[in-house]
């Protein structure tokens, strides 16, 4: 028999040790208030990490220690090292990389992660909490339709591989903003074109969605906006790397604004248990408007979004 | 709206070319796009009207320094601002912006209809967009009646533009909105289950909307300007100019309202 002498000097035995320690353990991992933070960048030179990355330096009051993988040469493991050394209460991570690195290394700590695409496919650590890499559907739509209320019929493109279940989803929170997605199946890259020209005469405008498949190639996206140019289809895009192919209306996540959630989920005390990560969306959104295919097009726009608008391009 | 985009060739404007009268404009209330594509909008809708000049100022230090020195040009800025400034400043008010057939704005602070009270709010996380400094002082004006201290607790959340922060509430990514009315009704006509999810927990008095302003011994180009400036709304290109602003348009600042400011 084990036994343990607390401060009041009353005598445990070692089953209840075993209970009290466990007990003690789970409070410790309804994790509080970081006080010490370390953050770990992928890769800072990438302008959505460096924007999170700054905007989190911005917003978190306490002592902060960072490392940008992006800008060192140190094997993996010295790396690790070198973060344990820093002894972090907690870790904010911005990307793939930074969380895979962090996650090996600190077993116990609260993490946040953050900018890292698809997430829910990495190795979950205990005390997680993410900020997911996509804005909400509904989010996207109501923006949509914010900027072109008229529009309610939008085409998708994508692969039943990679996004079966998101388009389900989608359709689904799409409606609420008066949106109806109308998709259409990819499964081979070759097929896109066929596909995309069955698509277009049914909606109103095409939304481009992150998918391996539809997008495998520069020749295929540049493919997609040609014909959807030529159809006079107005493109949404998720991402500002497409308003330089022709995208009308690009709705992205505003990566400063990740950059504060984090700080604000680690300046509180983490909710729930460590069974599974608590999940946020991206809160801001970053939005480019082409003011010249809306006129070139003839688009029906409600200009009172205009003050709603982050980039013009004309 | 969307979160202002400091540019460094706005930071500190140069001093103004002879017989240029510039609009420079500062203002946390409205955030806009790229200051430059701002610029680029309005220079070309003014030019064929005169020698008129459009310049957003990123600090509102800068902004300051401005209207101390300039005496040609005029000044696009948030009444609030407008009333914090120093009474030597020799200055009029004159034209008052309008959205919705209304001169003037509520704001209020919105939470979803299942939440508690104004009390349950403490230490939450409250979207807004604009700096944070006149976001806090919005709210303490807000709850003076009831809980003054509250807003001390709360922890902002900056994102860019009033319907990302209605809509982080509805995403659970904050407990409450500061947002205008205006804002709310927006969103109510695009997306009415989001809308009708929310509810006023407490409300500002009304407060003019932007007010454009000049040196009280206005000259001939300045007042030139005020009139290009009152019918800018009559253009299809200055009318869209006014609503990355927020506006519709722009009128004479009545005369209530001009002593109402104290100038």
């Given at each position: 028999?084990i036994?343990?002498h607390?401060?009041?000097g009353i005598q445990?035995?070692?089953?209840?040790?075993?209970v009290?320690?466990?007990?003690?353990l789970?409070?410790?991992l309804?994790?509080?208030?970081a006080?010490?933070?370390?953050v770990v960048?992928s890769?800072?030179?990438?302008?959505?990490?460096r924007?999170a990355g700054?905007a989190f330096?911005?917003?978190w009051?306490?002592p902060?220690?960072q490392?940008?993988l992006?800008d060192?040469?140190?094997?993996?493991?010295?790396?690790?090292?070198?973060?344990?050394a820093?002894?972090?209460?907690a870790?904010y991570?911005?990307?793939t990389?930074?969380?895979l690195?962090?996650?090996s290394?600190?077993?116990?700590?609260?993490?946040?992660?953050?900018?890292?695409i698809?997430?829910e496919?990495?190795p979950?650590?205990?005390?997680l909490d993410?900020i997911?890499n996509?804005?909400p559907v509904?989010n996207?739509?109501?923006l949509f339709?914010?900027?072109?209320p008229?529009?309610k019929r939008?085409?998708?493109l994508?692969?039943?591989r990679?996004n079966?279940?998101?388009?389900?989803?989608?359709?689904s929170?799409?409606?609420?903003?008066?949106?109806?997605?109308v998709?259409?199946h990819?499964?081979?890259?070759?097929q896109?074109?066929?596909?995309?020209r069955r698509?277009?005469?049914?909606?109103?405008?095409?939304w481009i969605?992150?998918?391996?498949?539809v997008?495998?190639s520069?020749?295929d996206?540049?493919?997609?906006?040609?014909?959807?140019?030529e159809?006079?289809?107005?493109v949404?895009?998720y991402s500002h790397?497409?308003?330089d192919?022709?995208a009308?209306?690009v709705?992205?996540?505003?990566?400063a604004t990740?950059?504060r959630?984090a700080?604000?989920l680690?300046?509180?005390?983490?909710?729930g248990t460590?069974?599974?990560?608590?999940?946020?969306?991206?809160a801001?959104?970053?939005v480019?408007?082409n003011?010249r295919?809306v006129e070139e097009?003839?688009?029906?726009m409600?200009?009172?979004?205009?003050?709603?608008?982050?980039h013009?391009i004309r | 709206?969307?979160?202002?985009?400091?540019?460094?060739?706005?930071?500190?404007?140069?001093r103004?070319?002879?017989g240029?009268?510039?609009?420079?404009?500062?203002?946390p209330?409205?955030?806009?796009?790229?200051?430059?594509?701002?610029?680029?909008?309005?220079?070309?809708?003014?030019?064929p009207?005169?020698?008129?000049?459009?310049?957003?100022?990123?600090?509102?230090?800068d902004?300051?320094?401005?209207?101390?020195k300039?005496e040609?040009a005029?000044f696009?800025m948030?009444?609030?601002?407008?009333?914090?400034?120093?009474?030597?400043?020799?200055l009029?008010?004159?034209l008052?912006?309008?959205?919705?057939a209304?001169?003037?704005?509520?704001?209020?602070?919105?939470?979803?209809?299942?939440n508690g009270?104004?009390?349950?709010?403490r230490?939450?996380?409250?979207?807004?967009?604009?700096?944070?400094?006149?976001?806090?002082?919005?709210l303490?004006?807000?709850?003076r009646g009831?809980?003054?201290?509250?807003?001390?607790s709360?922890?902002?959340?900056?994102?860019?533009?009033?319907v990302?922060a209605l809509?982080a509430v509805?995403f659970?990514?904050a407990t409450?909105?500061?947002?205008?009315?205006?804002?709310?009704?927006?969103l109510a006509?695009?997306?009415p289950?989001?809308a009708a999810s929310?509810?006023?927990?407490?409300s500002?008095?009304?407060?003019?909307l932007?007010i454009l302003v000049?040196p009280s011994?206005?000259?001939?180009s300045t007042?030139a300007?005020l009139?290009?400036?009152?019918?800018?709304?009559q253009q299809?290109a200055?009318l869209?100019?006014l609503?990355m602003l927020?506006?519709?348009?722009m009128t004479?600042?009545p005369?209530?309202?001009?002593?109402?400011?104290?100038r």
């Amino acid at each position: 028999m084990i036994t343990l002498h607390l401060h009041t000097g009353i005598q445990i035995d070692g089953t209840l040790r075993r209970v009290l320690a466990v007990l003690f353990l789970g409070l410790a991992l309804n994790a509080r208030a970081a006080d010490r933070v370390l953050v770990v960048n992928s890769d800072a030179s990438v302008e959505k990490y460096r924007q999170a990355g700054e905007a989190f330096l911005e917003t978190w009051q306490g002592p902060v220690v960072q490392i940008d993988l992006g800008d060192t040469t140190l094997p993996e493991n010295r790396i690790r090292s070198r973060m344990k050394a820093e002894s972090p209460t907690a870790i904010y991570c911005i990307g793939t990389r930074a969380y895979l690195a962090a996650s090996s290394t600190f077993k116990t700590e609260r993490i946040v992660l953050s900018s890292a695409i698809n997430w829910e496919r990495l190795p979950k650590s205990r005390n997680l909490d993410v900020i997911a890499n996509e804005l909400p559907v509904e989010n996207q739509t109501t923006l949509f339709r914010y900027f072109f209320p008229g529009m309610k019929r939008i085409g998708v493109l994508c692969s039943k591989r990679f996004n079966s279940q998101w388009v389900k989803r989608a359709v689904s929170e799409a409606r609420e903003a008066g949106v109806e997605i109308v998709f259409r199946h990819v499964d081979r890259p070759w097929q896109t074109e066929k596909q995309l020209r069955r698509l277009l005469p049914d909606v109103d405008a095409l939304w481009i969605v992150a998918d391996p498949v539809v997008l495998s190639s520069a020749d295929d996206i540049e493919a997609i906006f040609r014909i959807a140019h030529e159809s006079r289809k107005p493109v949404f895009a998720y991402s500002h790397a497409l308003a330089d192919f022709g995208a009308t209306l690009v709705v992205a996540p505003d990566h400063a604004t990740v950059g504060r959630q984090a700080a604000g989920l680690l300046a509180g005390d983490r909710p729930g248990t460590d069974k599974e990560p608590v999940v946020q969306h991206p809160a801001g959104s970053a939005v480019t408007l082409n003011i010249r295919l809306v006129e070139e097009y003839g688009l029906e726009m409600n200009e009172r979004a205009l003050d709603s608008v982050n980039h013009v391009i004309r | 709206m969307a979160l202002v985009m400091i540019e460094l060739a706005s930071v500190m404007p140069s001093r103004g070319e002879p017989g240029l009268t510039t609009i420079y404009f500062f203002s946390p209330e409205i955030t806009v796009s790229s200051f430059n594509t701002l610029k680029a909008a309005f220079d070309g809708v003014l030019a064929p009207c005169g020698n008129y000049a459009f310049q957003p100022v990123a600090r509102r230090a800068d902004f300051e320094a401005l209207l101390a020195k300039q005496e040609s040009a005029l000044f696009l800025m948030s009444s609030t601002h407008y009333r914090e400034l120093d009474d030597r400043m020799r200055l009029t008010p004159r034209l008052v912006g309008i959205r919705d057939a209304k001169i003037v704005q509520e704001h209020g602070l919105y939470t979803l209809k299942a939440n508690g009270g104004v009390s349950s709010l403490r230490g939450a996380t409250v979207a807004i967009s604009g700096p944070r400094e006149y976001a806090a002082n919005l709210l303490r004006d807000m709850l003076r009646g009831e809980e003054p201290a509250l807003a001390d607790s709360i922890n902002f959340l900056v994102v860019p533009k009033q319907v990302d922060a209605l809509m982080a509430v509805s995403f659970g990514s904050a407990t409450a909105a500061l947002a205008t009315e205006s804002s709310v009704r927006r969103l109510a006509e695009i997306n009415p289950r989001q809308a009708a999810s929310l509810k006023l927990a407490a409300s500002s008095a009304p407060i003019l909307l932007p007010i454009l302003v000049s040196p009280s011994d206005a000259n001939a180009s300045t007042k030139a300007l005020l009139d290009v400036l009152s019918g800018l709304q009559q253009q299809p290109a200055g009318l869209q100019c006014l609503r990355m602003l927020g506006l519709d348009g722009m009128t004479e600042l009545p005369e209530a309202e001009k002593e109402e400011l104290g100038r």
